[in-house]
C-alpha cells in the first residue's frame, strides 16, 4: 500500500513536459515585455510632462524677480534685437541694449536652462572651441548652489534617446564629432528647447494677441521636435522625410511634450502636420524674442 504511494511521488518530469512548461513561460514573457515597454515609456513621458511643469512655474517665478523678462542667457552669450516700427525687420546688436524695445536674445534654443554643454561648440576669437563659463539663468533661478557640471534633472527628459537629425549625412561636423545617438541633454545640457524665430503664421502677433491666446503659445518643446520640423526648413539642409519626423522621444509616432505660455503642459500628435504650416489648429509658434517681455 504505502509503497504505490511512494512510487507516484518518486514520478519525475518528462523532458518534453520540461520543455511544455519552459515554452509556456517564454510565451507569456514574449506577451507581457510589449505591455511593460510600453507601460515604462508612458511612464516617463509623464515623468517628462511633470518636468515641463514645474519649468513653467520656476519660469514665471523668474519673471517675478527679473522685472517680468523671460530667461535667456548665459549674460556673456546674448544678443540684443528690437523691431523697426516702420519695417518690423529685426535689428541685432551684439552690444549690450535697454530701453527703446531692445530685448536679450539667445543664439541658441537651449541656452535658457540647464547644465554647461559636454559639446563645445562655442568658439573663441581664434575659432577654437570653448566651453560654457557662466551659469545658464533658470538654472540659477532653480538650482541655487548649482555649478557649471552640476546635475538639472529637471531639464532632462526621461525618453531623451538623442535625435535621428545628428546621425545623417548632412549633419556635418557635428556626425564627425560623434554626437549622433546621445541624448540631447548629455550634448547641450538641455532636453527642451524654446523656440527662437517663430514662424510665418504667427510673425504678425502682438503682445495683446499673447495674453488672449497664452494656451495656445508654445513656450518649449522636446528638442527632438526642433530637429524634426524646423531644420528641414533650412536652405542649407535636404528635407527630412516624415518618416523620420514621426520618430519621436514618446510611445506614440508623432507624439511631442509641450509647455504653453500660460504654463500648462501637455503632449500633442504632430505626425499629419507639413512643417510649412506647422501651427496648426490651437498651436502658435511665436519667437521667444517676441514673447520675451509677455510677463512685463
Given at each position: 500500500?504505502?509503497?504505490?504511494?511512494?512510487?507516484?511521488?518518486?514520478?519525475?518530469?518528462?523532458?518534453?513536459?520540461l520543455?511544455?512548461?519552459?515554452?509556456?513561460?517564454?510565451?507569456?514573457?514574449?506577451?507581457?515585455?510589449?505591455a511593460?515597454s510600453?507601460?515604462r515609456?508612458?511612464?516617463?513621458?509623464?515623468?517628462?510632462?511633470?518636468?515641463?511643469?514645474?519649468?513653467?512655474?520656476?519660469?514665471?517665478?523668474?519673471?517675478?524677480?527679473n522685472?517680468?523678462?523671460?530667461?535667456?542667457?548665459?549674460?556673456?552669450?546674448?544678443?540684443?534685437?528690437r523691431f523697426d516700427?516702420?519695417?518690423?525687420?529685426?535689428?541685432?546688436?551684439?552690444?549690450?541694449?535697454t530701453?527703446?524695445?531692445?530685448?536679450?536674445?539667445?543664439?541658441?534654443?537651449?541656452q535658457?536652462?540647464?547644465r554647461?554643454?559636454?559639446?563645445?561648440?562655442?568658439?573663441d576669437?581664434?575659432?577654437n572651441?570653448?566651453?560654457?563659463?557662466?551659469?545658464?539663468?533658470?538654472?540659477?533661478q532653480?538650482?541655487?548652489?548649482?555649478?557649471?557640471?552640476?546635475?538639472?534633472?529637471?531639464?532632462?527628459?526621461?525618453?531623451d534617446?538623442?535625435v535621428?537629425?545628428?546621425?545623417?549625412?548632412?549633419?556635418?561636423?557635428?556626425?564627425?564629432?560623434?554626437?549622433?545617438?546621445?541624448?540631447?541633454?548629455?550634448?547641450?545640457?538641455n532636453?527642451?528647447?524654446v523656440?527662437?524665430?517663430?514662424?510665418?503664421?504667427?510673425?504678425?502677433?502682438?503682445?495683446?494677441?499673447f495674453k488672449?491666446?497664452?494656451?495656445?503659445?508654445?513656450?518649449?518643446?522636446?528638442?527632438i521636435?526642433?530637429y524634426?520640423?524646423?531644420?528641414?526648413?533650412s536652405?542649407?539642409?535636404?528635407d527630412?522625410?516624415?518618416?523620420?519626423?514621426?520618430?519621436?522621444w514618446?510611445s506614440?509616432d508623432?507624439?511631442?511634450?509641450?509647455?504653453?505660455?500660460?504654463?500648462?503642459?501637455?503632449?500633442?500628435?504632430?505626425?499629419?502636420?507639413?512643417p510649412?504650416?506647422?501651427?496648426?489648429?490651437?498651436?502658435v509658434?511665436?519667437?521667444?524674442?517676441?514673447?520675451?517681455?509677455?510677463?512685463?
Open positions: 500500500m504505502f509503497g504505490g504511494v511512494q512510487g507516484r511521488f518518486d514520478r519525475a518530469f518528462t523532458l518534453i513536459e520543455l511544455v512548461v519552459v515554452s509556456v513561460i517564454a510565451l507569456l514573457i514574449a506577451l507581457l515585455m510589449p511593460l510600453a507601460t515609456n508612458a511612464t516617463r513621458s509623464t515623468a517628462c510632462l511633470s518636468n515641463l511643469r514645474q519649468l513653467g512655474i520656476a519660469m514665471q517665478t523668474y519673471t517675478r524677480d522685472q517680468g523678462w523671460l530667461p535667456a542667457g548665459p549674460a556673456d552669450q546674448l544678443l540684443y534685437m516700427s516702420a519695417t518690423a525687420a529685426p535689428e541685432i546688436s551684439r552690444e549690450p541694449r530701453g527703446g524695445g531692445w530685448r536679450p536674445v539667445m543664439e541658441t534654443p537651449w535658457w536652462g540647464g554647461r554643454a559636454s559639446w563645445n561648440y562655442l568658439q576669437e581664434d575659432g572651441p570653448r566651453a560654457e563659463s557662466q551659469l545658464r539663468p533658470l538654472t540659477r532653480i538650482y541655487r548652489s548649482a555649478t557649471l557640471d552640476s546635475p538639472t534633472p529637471l531639464f532632462d527628459c526621461p525618453t534617446r538623442g535621428e537629425f545628428w546621425d545623417r549625412p548632412h549633419a556635418g561636423a557635428w556626425k564627425r564629432d560623434g554626437l549622433g545617438g546621445r541624448p540631447v541633454h548629455e550634448l547641450v545640457g532636453s527642451y528647447y523656440h527662437l524665430w517663430g514662424t510665418a503664421e504667427s510673425g504678425d502677433a502682438n503682445a495683446r494677441d488672449r491666446r497664452a494656451g495656445q503659445v508654445v513656450l518649449i518643446y522636446d528638442a521636435f526642433y524634426n520640423y524646423f531644420t528641414p526648413k536652405p542649407f539642409l535636404p527630412i522625410p516624415p518618416a523620420v519626423r514621426r520618430k519621436t514618446h506614440m508623432g507624439a511631442y511634450n509641450f509647455l504653453f505660455l500660460d504654463g500648462h503642459a501637455e503632449q500633442r500628435r504632430m505626425h499629419t502636420l507639413d510649412d504650416h506647422i501651427s496648426g489648429k490651437g498651436l509658434f511665436a519667437g521667444y524674442q517676441r514673447i520675451m517681455d509677455y510677463y512685463r
